[in-house]
């Protein structure tokens, strides 16, 4: 065992050796090999029960081969940081071995993922260390890609979850978990305590699991290849005849049953039966709320082994936030038995979302709610008293409610006052969508869309603004990831634009519609959804140049050179100023060989009046073309011209100083290097917004959009007077 500081003790010489340790536990070169298909087959599982982790979309996790010393160092840190948001739930059960296995599940939250994610085929790595008294007691490491093409769209839904195995002496340690995205190094790191008792104490100690709900299980499932010792091994957390999916964050709703499955260090049953109490403890460790119940007694199967069973709980109501659930069991002995759970995240009873995951809620933690698109807090104005519709109530009747109710926010939106409209859309939507029994949502976009249809058919401008009030709502619902409302929202500003053009509207307003679309959605590396609505924008207006843009951006991304081209020719035959469509297109044919070409795309582009940023690119793609062929003198000049387009640029310095030093000017040189550059700014260099996604191009649009929309909110207003 190699001893370290602790974290909060590693500071100068003790954090280097501390550091030294970290990366002594394994190999010194950070290379993970080729990784192997995505999905994965387990040849083992237990007899007649499935593992979760068997799925079809299951990825397979490869050992690491050492990390960099930067990483030792986030692992080292005293504080929890990062911009990825991850769950760590850690199951001590002692199944075999001299050592005791402890089962980890790490859920990635998906949106803080992709938020910080700039490639369509990720890699992600995950560090698991055990530390005891400054002791890298175990640990374990896992790397794997994610197709952002195929699982882009489930993965912004949830998120990844993965699952790995530690193997820890009895003991008290602090697991650091630490999610790491290597391409650009944007990670999350969680600290959780975990205690492993003597395989022989004599006394139980039990683990409580919160099961997933099945209809929100909708992780991206990962798991490491094999256990430690190269074998795999059954899954272990069974209740009866079902494999448990253990919610590392769990989710409670105030006032509703709380449903959990007791463990012990075996795996099985830790009590006959007995009693137990729950308390939920908030700020301070103050109990917010007790709750005594029955535990009922294990099942024992045909083969005599035995499963766990579910037991049940409830508190009062109480305010949403985020709690410590602490638990008293009965032993035989009659002594209490007290464990800490995981913290939960509870819900207000008026929350619409049905069985929440914790990544569902970041919304409704303090902590998290950062600035969103929507003026108000996405939760109703007011308690609804109204009682469900009867059974006997025909779905017209439904629909005819649901469209006065959908008038009255509208007429909200066309009087100006836009946070009051958006709290009547969100407390008629969400209300729609509680009720998956009766169909609500679907019902309700059939009232709205025979709203729309009757507007338009009187005025179809008066649609514009109803489409951008949508769009404005999606971004909403989807920040604060409400993905059932955000699906709703989309699809509704799809069917709303294409009403829009079937009963005259101009093609090229819903076409930017699409766009704006596509946009968001490309921002999120869901690179299919996005192609799919820049393919309906060109059938509505073949010549939009951000659609043919963001095709080709999407493309270049994904390595298809020549699908790429052939957007960019499309483009520029309809706009042949478009700079930065003359700039992709030069380096596209570049990257395929037609030199001649791109060398001539990249002189046109220096030579015109296009943004700094794509002129001082052109200047440098010319000037390393001259260097690959040997004319250092003319890839000077041209660089030269670059100082001057964006001063604030620091790699036309760079490879002008190299090259001097080629010339045998080394005082050229050394003023190239020693020139005070001044100091950047926020934005971006260069070569970041290229790696980017078109936003200039994107932000034309909605703008257009957002302009027609305010044009048409007096033709809304008399359509919809006294509809509210």
């Known amino acids: 065992m190699i001893t370290a500081p602790s974290a909060t003790s590693a500071n100068g010489a003790a954090r280097t050796a501390a550091l030294a340790a970290l990366l002594a536990t394994s190999f010194n070169v950070h290379a993970a090999g080729p990784l192997e298909s995505q999905t994965v087959e387990d040849p083992s599982p237990v007899v007649g029960v499935a593992s979760p982790f068997e799925r079809a979309t299951t990825l397979q996790a490869h050992e690491l081969r050492g990390f960099r010393a930067s990483v030792a160092n986030q ?53 698991a260390y055990a530390l005891e008294e400054g002791a890298v007691a175990s640990y374990s490491s896992g790397v794997f890609t994610v197709d952002l093409a195929t699982l882009g769209e489930a993965v912004w839904a949830s998120g990844l979850k993965f699952y790995g195995q530690l193997e820890l002496d009895p003991g008290s340690y602090d697991l650091r978990v630490l999610v790491r995205n290597f391409q650009n190094g944007a ?59 253990p919610a590392a964050r769990p989710v409670a709703t105030s006032g509703r049953t709380i449903q959990a499955v007791l463990f012990d260090a075996s795996g099985a049953a830790p009590l006959k039966s007995g009693r137990a109490q729950a308390m939920l403890l908030g700020e301070t460790d103050r109990v917010a709320a007790e709750a005594r119940f029955d535990l009922a007694p294990p099942r024992v199967t045909s083969d005599g082994t ?9 508190f009062g109501e109480l305010a949403s936030g985020e709690y410590n659930l602490h638990f008293e069991f009965e032993r035989p002995d009659g002594d209490p038995s007290r464990v800490t759970t995981q913290p939960i995240i509870v819900a207000e009873e008026s929350t619409r979302e049905r069985d929440l995951l914790w990544v569902d809620l970041r919304w409704l933690v303090r902590a998290q709610d950062k600035a969103a698109p929507i ?4 939760a109703t104005t007011r308690a609804r008293k109204e009682k469900p519709p009867s059974s006997r109530r025909n779905g017209s009747r439904i629909i005819a409610r649901n469209a006065q109710a959908y008038k009255a926010a509208l007429a909200l939106l066309g009087h100006g006052e836009m946070p009051q409209a958006r709290t009547a859309l969100f407390d008629l939507e969400s209300e729609a969508m509680a009720k998956v029994s009766t169909r609500g949502l679907e019902r309700l976009r059939a009232a709205q869309l025979e709203v729309a249809e009757a507007l338009v058919a009187k005025d179809s401008d008066s649609l514009l603004p109803v489409i951008e009030f949508h769009h404005s709502i999606y971004l909403g619902y989807r920040s604060r990831r409400l993905f059932s409302l955000a699906t ?29 679309l596509a946009g968001y959605l490309q921002e999120a590396q869901l690179l299919s959804s996005s192609e799919r609505l820049f393919l309906r924008a060109l059938e509505r207006d073949p010549s939009n140049v951000t659609a043919l843009l963001g095709l080709a951006a999407n493309f270049e991304k994904g390595g298809h050179y020549n699908d790429a081209i052939g957007y960019l020719e499309r483009l520029i035959e309809v706009d042949p100023d478009s700079s ?7 380096v596209n044919l570049q990257r395929v060989g037609t030199l001649p070409r791109a060398q001539q795309l990249f002189s046109d582009v220096l030579e015109g009046s296009g943004p700094a940023w794509v002129r001082c690119l052109a200047a440098e793609e010319l000037g390393r073309a001259y260097l690959r062929a040997g004319d250092l003198t003319r890839a000077v000049e041209v660089l030269e011209r670059a100082l001057p387009i964006a001063p604030r640029e620091h790699s036309p310095y760079v490879l002008l100083a190299y090259l001097y030093d080629r010339l045998h000017q080394p005082a050229k040189a050394l003023e190239m290097v020693s ?10 260099s260069a070569r970041q917004v290229y790696d980017s996604w078109p936003f200039a191009s994107m932000k034309t649009s909605r703008e257009a959009l957002s302009k027609l929309a305010a044009a048409g909110l007096p033709a809304l207003s008399r359509l919809l007077d006294g509809a509210a």
């Open 75 to 127: 692992l080292l840190s005293a504080t929890e940081l990062g911009e990825i948001a991850i769950a760590v739930l850690a199951t001590p059960l002692d199944l075999a071995g001299d050592r005791v296995r402890v089962p980890f599940f790490v859920e990635i939250d998906g949106a803080s993922f992709l938020e910080h994610n700039n490639a369509a085929l990720p890699r992600v790595e995950i560090y």
């Open 187 to 245: 990670s999350g790191l969680r600290s959780v305590p975990v205690t492993v008792t003597q395989k022989d104490a004599g006394t139980p100690h039990p683990i409580v699991v919160f099961p997933t709900p099945k209809q929100r299980d909708s992780w991206v499932t990962v798991r490491q290849a094999r256990g430690l010792d190269g074998s795999s091994r059954p899954y272990p957390l069974v209740s009866g005849d079902e494999a448990i999916t």
């Open 306 to 314: 035995v499963r766990s069973q579910p037991f049940e709980f409830k």
């Open 375 to 378: 003026d108000v807090p996405l």
């Open 488 to 516: 709703h929202a989309r699809r509704l500003v799809e069917d709303l634009s294409d009403i829009y053009v079937v009963k005259g509207g101009a093609p090229t307003n819903a076409a930017n519609a699409f766009v704006s």
């Open 580 to 586: 930065e469509g003359l700039l992709r297109l030069a």
């Open 675 to 684: 020139t005070p550059i001044p100091r950047p700014d926020d934005r971006a």
